[in-house]
Nanobody, 119 residues
């Protein structure tokens, strides 16, 4: 497994932007698919975005499509989530996750970073 540490959360106004980072330890980062999930108070954790091991394929939740972008930088073992045009409903704890490319479920998780969007 890999260890994941998120950063970049904070308080932003509606319409603002934030970039989340997730630093991964270990030499197998390049063979892992990476994802971002979020959990708002009183709600289930939900999928936000994912990127495959090569970076050639990405997927997004409908609610963030066109506003969020997931990328990865192999030289820094880091995956990013650029969030633009933020809305109050984006307020949540955001978690980074990783899974080996041949595995369906995400098995490694970070501790989470809080994103709060004020109206």
């Amino acid at each position: 497994q890999v260890q994941l540490v998120e950063s970049g959360g904070g308080l932003v106004q509606t319409g603002g932007s934030l970039r989340l980072s997730c630093a991964a330890s270990g030499r197998t980062f390049s063979s892992y698919a990476m994802g971002w999930f979020r959990q708002a108070p009183g709600k289930e954790r939900e999928f936000v975005a994912a990127i495959n091991w090569s970076g050639g394929s990405t997927s997004y939740a409908d609610s963030v499509q066109g506003r969020f972008t997931i990328t990865r930088l192999y030289a820094k073992n880091t995956v990013y989530l650029q969030m633009n045009d933020l809305k109050p409903e984006d307020t949540a704890v955001y978690y980074c996750a990783a899974r080996p490319s041949r595995v369906t479920d995400f098995g490694s998780w970070g501790q989470g970073t809080q994103v709060t969007v004020s109206s």
